[in-house]
């Protein structure tokens, strides 16, 4: 289950960053954040899930962090 989300999620991020290299419009990047950050934390979840908590918390923190960001540029 988690792979397959996570494999859905990478792609999604994929599509929407090579959108915005290729035409040079970055409407979608937030979008693209937003995904970025859900594939990181599915990753972080699966990590705990098999017993490696230092990366799965990093994972989770890395999150957070992308979603910070992605707050941030809201707001300026």
Not at 19 to 27: A, D, H, S
Not at 37 to 54: C, M, P, Y
Not at 60 to 75: D, E, G, K, P
């Amino acid at each position: 289950m988690l792979k397959r989300l996570r494999l859905i999620l990478g792609i999604v991020v994929l599509l929407l960053a090579g959108f915005g290299l290729i035409t040079k419009n970055f409407v979608a990047q937030p979008f693209m954040m937003l995904g970025l950050s859900a594939f990181i934390l599915v990753g972080g979840i699966n990590e705990l899930q098999q017993g490696n908590k230092r990366r799965g918390y990093m994972n989770i923190f890395l999150c957070v962090f992308v979603l910070a960001v992605l707050v941030q540029s809201f707001v300026k």
